[in-house]
């Protein structure tokens, strides 16, 4: 099956009488080399845009910054969006599946739901790693209780106070 694409103005094809234009035929009017960079034009500013409308959205009181307290960030690139309850890998996975442009254009379009948050690369670095100590401190800790019901287990565990009696 093709698909047409509408495409929104621009080249010599595009008129009102003939909106749904074939790539193929764009192509060949304009020249690959021309018709190449215009789509990348157009994505990037597509990109560009809808990426610090929705960091703007999510950001402290809308505007485009990371929203940790005291942070001054304010570069696009610099920035991105964070699972405030970290529930990103179970959001990719059964719900919306996407991240990047296509995350934010699917936010746009669901009405910016709550959960979010903008930050910036080293906030997002600094949460997972405080997130990956947690779970390593809790991991010694079960493996730890775990070790003691053991040996509890073969009855070689004597409490402080009776070792301490069997060794005077």
Do not use: W
């Not at 600094?126 to 401190?137: F, H, P």
């Amino acid at each position: 099956m093709k698909h047409r694409r509408v495409f929104l103005g621009g080249f010599p094809s595009d008129t009102n009488e003939n909106k749904n234009v074939s790539m193929k035929k764009i192509r060949k009017e304009v020249g690959t080399d021309i018709f190449k960079a215009r789509q990348n034009t157009r994505s990037l500013l597509y990109n560009t845009s809808i990426k610090a409308e929705v960091l703007s959205h999510y950001g402290p009181d809308g505007a485009l910054q990371c929203s940790m307290v005291g942070c001054s960030i304010v570069d696009p690139d610099m920035l991105s969006l964070d699972h405030v309850n970290n529930d990103g890998a179970e959001d990719r996975g059964t719900g919306r599946g996407y991240a990047g442009v296509p995350l934010y254009a699917v936010l746009k379009t669901e009405g910016y739901p709550e959960g979010f948050a903008t930050l910036c690369c080293n906030h997002q670095n600094k949460k997972e790693l405080a997130l990956r100590r947690e779970k390593a401190t809790n991991d010694i800790a079960l493996v730890k209780s775990s070790v003691e019901l053991a040996v509890m287990a073969c009855g070689l565990y004597l409490p402080q106070e009776a070792q301490c009696k069997t060794q005077n």
